[in-house]
Antibody, heavy 116, light 110 residues
Framework: EVQLVQSGAEVKKPGESLKISCKAS????????IGWVRQMPGKGLEWMGN????????RYSPSFQGQVTISADKSITTAYLHWSSLKASDTAMYYC?????????WGQGTLVTVSS | QSALTQPASVSGSPGQSITISCTGS?????????VAWFRQHPGKAPKLMIY???NRPSGVSSRFSGSKSGNTASLTISGLQAEDEADYYC??????????FGTGTMVTVL
């Protein structure tokens, strides 16, 4: 059974760094793109970017390029989303998604709250 | 990269059929057969309902069907049921090798 299990909710202050994770299981991790989707409170879905674990190749939405870093460690079948300096506007739910038959499997979401 | 355009809301009575549109451009919806539809219940993660314009993943009811004409894709839900009340999003691959979601549609079962 394919599963994507995300790390728990985070509360951080503006300017702090953060890395959230997505542990994959039940399939060959390296051969499927895995990505991140943002959903701000009460708003729609936004594709942030993908990583290909086999070679760590990445693609980013222009809206998120330079704002976050997406990576993967195939040895522990885990993908990451990293911020070096959080802003209040980063407050949102973040979902990891596998790109198989389109975005076919989703993590349960990680709520990130950024507040002073 | 603008979001694909969906109606804000669509409603129908139980048993009826409804259709949700998703309008993009020749650089996304019109250019590729990589359109998908997702259902999201409140407080839950989205679920894939249709992929590659008209294909249903295993386990998704045949009441859900997808199609595309030009730059507009559509999701039809037939035999509307209470459990279909949710937010629905389309998505598409783009010519920039990125992906874009639609603005989202709230479906209400009257």
């Amino acid at each position: 059974e394919v599963q994507l299990v995300q790390s728990g909710a985070e509360v951080k202050k503006p300017g702090e760094s953060l890395k959230i994770s997505c542990k994959a299981s039940g399939y060959t991790f390296g051969i499927y793109w895995i990505g991140w989707v943002r959903q701000m409170p009460g708003k729609g879905l936004e594709w942030m970017g993908n990583v290909y674990p086999a070679d760590s190749g990445t693609r980013y939405s222009p809206s998120f390029q330079g704002q976050v870093t997406i990576s993967a460690d195939k040895s522990i079948t885990t993908a990451y989303l990293h911020w070096s300096s959080l802003k209040a506007s980063d407050t949102a739910m973040y979902y990891c998604v596998r790109r198989g038959y389109d975005f076919d499997y989703w993590g349960q979401g990680t709520l990130v709250t950024v507040s002073s | 990269q603008s979001a694909l355009t969906q109606p804000a809301s669509v409603s129908g009575s139980p048993g009826q059929s409804i259709t949700i549109s998703c309008t993009g451009s020749s650089s996304d919806v019109g250019g590729y057969n990589y359109v998908a539809w997702f259902r999201q219940h409140p407080g839950k993660a989205p679920k894939l309902m249709i992929y590659d314009v008209s294909n249903r993943p295993s386990g998704v009811s045949s009441r859900f069907s997808g199609s595309k004409s030009g730059n507009t894709a559509s999701l039809t839900i037939s035999g509307l049921q209470a459990e279909d009340e949710a937010d629905y999003y389309c998505s598409s691959y783009t010519s920039s090798t990125t992906y874009v979601f639609g603005t989202g549609t709230m479906v209400t079962v009257l």
